[in-house]
């Protein structure tokens, strides 16, 4: 599958930009949730590679997915929360709101299992390559090389797995995932969607870096080292970053698969001049 990196990169941008106002009346609740999460997380100090963090984050993951998955739906069919209902729903219109239903419910339930899942991974990786009898990989970690050679295939196998994280997207439309994924097999595909996740998230994690790194003084190693007032600020810089961060990357992904998810039936608004309505 080819995908043309740098146009789906600026299609992110310019198409969340463009739904900035749609955006910013769906992101209200789950950023609030967020920033209620992780100022939980900074005032009681938890370790985010931890098991404590995930439980913590559970309801922020929610909304996020609620927030993604509507945003999804309005780039591939044009409708928008909330939904506009008549009295007396006919038989059809039921049915529909139904089928709708179940693509939001199905990307909610999947996007928050590759959360726990990815969240899992990186906890347990370091206790995994203890038992293993592998160091963990700090500035004096010297492997030899067979610890380097493991080390290069799972980067490798994350590399190429990088393709499942995102089949809440067609989920939403419900389009069936096997044949789904037999459009984006190879290797490269997961390259071109790292490439991606990489234009449309550096920019703005830059500014996420940039401004804490300003706020914090050089002396201080850790962010709970920090006054409480910076600590706040810069938790909710980054809470707006990543929120923000997100909507861009869903949009440039969506709009790197609309060739295929056309065949399922979307009709994505990156096709039309005009806004749908």
Do not use: D, K, N, P
């Given at each position: 599958m080819k995908i043309d990196i740098v146009q789906s990169s600026v299609m992110g941008y310019k198409t969340a930009w463009a739904e900035r106002h749609y955006l910013l009346k769906l992101a209200l609740i789950p950023i609030f949730i967020k920033l209620v999460c992780m100022m939980s997380v900074y005032i009681l100090e938890i370790d985010i590679l931890s098991f404590d963090f995930i439980f913590m984050m559970l309801p922020s993951y929610l909304a996020d997915a609620w927030l993604f998955?509507?945003?999804?739906?309005?780039?591939?069919?044009?409708?928008r929360w909330p939904m506009r209902r008549s009295k007396e729903p006919t038989q059809e219109q039921t049915e529909f709101m139904m089928w709708r239903t179940r693509g939001i419910l199905a990307a909610i339930l999947y996007f928050v299992l590759m959360i726990i899942i990815q969240g899992g991974a990186f906890v347990l990786t370091p206790d995994l390559m203890r038992t293993l009898g592998m160091d963990t990989v700090t500035k004096e970690w010297h492997p030899n090389m067979f610890v380097f050679a493991v080390f290069m295939a799972g980067i490798v196998f994350l590399v190429w797995a990088v393709r499942f994280l995102w089949l809440y997207i067609p989920l939403v439309i419900l389009a069936p995932l096997k044949e789904f994924v037999e459009e984006i097999k190879?290797?490269?595909?997961?390259?071109?969607?790292?490439s991606i996740w990489l234009l449309s998230v550096v920019p703005i994690l830059f500014v996420l870096v940039l401004i804490p790194a300003l706020l914090m003084e050089p002396y201080y190693e850790s962010l709970y080292e920090t006054p409480r007032s910076v600590g706040f600020v810069i938790v909710f810089l980054r809470v707006l970053a990543d929120t923000f961060s997100g909507m861009v990357v869903i949009a440039a992904i969506t709009y790197s698969f609309k060739d295929?998810?056309?065949k399922y039936g979307a009709k994505p608004i990156f096709e039309k001049q005009n806004k749908p309505f």
């Open positions: 998955a509507q945003f999804i739906r309005t780039l591939l069919t044009g409708e190879g290797f490269m595909t997961s390259v071109y969607l790292v295929i998810l056309i």
